[in-house]
């Protein structure tokens, strides 16, 4: 059992690890994708069609982008903030340091990752793409299909990993 307790700790290290890098990946990810739709030098856009064209546009158009990028970036600060502190506090408790509170945060990731990972099948499926080939959207699926797995293993690991303590009647 003490062999078994061992081995969850060391994949908790492992995995907090994988919870940070999948973090530190979807803002690169993101600011990528931002550099691809950026307006080019003439005007248009880059990868992304202009939705309206200029005799159409909305008054409060830049008010609204503005809008939607700050919720957007507040949203990759949130979901970086969260992954850091969930891979940050399993590589402590893999490494025996008692650490509550974040398995809580863990599943709570994991369901929108999993809602996320669904609309993202559904997209795929459908064969729907604002920008991006099937191709694309298939790696970017992959990519998300393993920060998910990550996520439930660390998560079922660290429960695995607390009930190993209390049968073997561990502090902490």
């Given at each position: 059992m003490e062999k078994e307790l061992r081995r969850g700790r060391s994949t908790l290290q492992i995995l907090g690890v994988g919870?940070?890098?999948?973090?530190?990946?979807d803002i690169a990810k993101y600011f990528l994708i931002m550099l691809m739709i950026a307006p080019d030098e003439t005007g248009g856009n880059?990868?992304?069609a202009d939705?309206?064209?200029?005799a159409e546009q909305p008054e409060n158009v830049l008010a609204i982008a503005v809008g939607v990028l700050v919720l957007l970036m507040l949203l990759l600060i949130l979901g970086l903030a969260l992954r850091i502190r969930i891979g940050r506090a399993a590589r402590a408790e893999g490494l025996?340091?008692?650490?509550r509170g974040y398995l809580g945060i863990c599943f709570a990731v994991f369901a929108v990752q999993v809602c996320l990972f669904?609309?993202?099948v559904w997209s795929f499926a459908s064969g729907y793409s604002s920008d991006q080939t099937l191709l694309q959207i298939f790696a970017s699926l992959l990519l998300e299909l393993c920060s998910l797995i990550t996520t439930g293993e660390l998560g079922l690991t660290a429960l695995k990993v607390r009930k190993l303590k209390k049968q073997l009647g561990e502090a902490g």
């Open positions: 919870m940070i890098v999948f973090a530190l990946w880059g990868a992304a939705p309206f064209p200029v025996g340091r008692p650490h669904g609309l993202g």
